[in-house]
């Protein structure tokens, strides 16, 4: 298995990120970062969130979506607005899973551009917005490990 690559577009929340770059440590993914970031990865959340994994962790980080996902073979887009559940995703080794910023999500443009590729995590509480990004990312990246029979 080469990994899986998680992609945070423009995160804002220094803790999410350090809890992702923790399950991106322990899984053997790759994280990729979009900036702007809304913190620096040297900020003190960061590195409590992510204690000693962050020197285990994979992290990139890139100008642009475009520059990060040029290579990508396989991309699974994660957003509130999606309409198909994730696990009716069928994943891939070395998918990328991009999700979008805590407080807006992913442009709409991208998911437009790709409704085939987009899915959702369901909530059973119609009002819930959304669930925690670090949450989110976690649960998506198990299902695809579940699914190649690698956990």
């Known amino acids: ?4 690559h998680i992609v945070l577009v ?4 220094p803790a999410n990120t ?3 770059a923790r399950l991106c440590a322990a899984t053997r993914s790759t994280l990729h970062l979009i900036r702007p970031l809304g913190f620096r990865l040297d900020d003190a959340a960061t590195r409590r969130a992510g204690m000693d994994y962050l020197d285990m962790a ?3 980080e890139h100008d642009s979506i475009g520059e990060c996902l040029k290579d990508a073979r396989s991309i699974r887009y994660l957003s509130t ?3 198909r ?3 009716d995703a069928k994943f891939r080794d070395g998918d990328y899973l991009v999700f979008g910023r805590e407080t807006k999500g992913l442009p709409e443009e991208l998911l437009k551009g790709s409704p085939d590729q ?7 509480e119609p009002r819930a917005r959304s669930l925690n990004l670090a949450t989110a990312a976690g649960i998506v990246l198990y299902e695809a490990i579940r699914q190649l029979g690698k956990g």
């Open 85 to 87: 559940p994730y696990w």
């Open 18 to 20: 350090g809890n992702i």
């Open 10 to 13: 423009e995160p804002e929340i």
């Open 1 to 4: 298995m080469s990994g899986f």
């Open 58 to 60: 994979v992290i990139r």
């Open 81 to 83: 607005k999606a309409s």
């Open 118 to 124: 987009c899915f959702k995590i369901p909530m059973l």
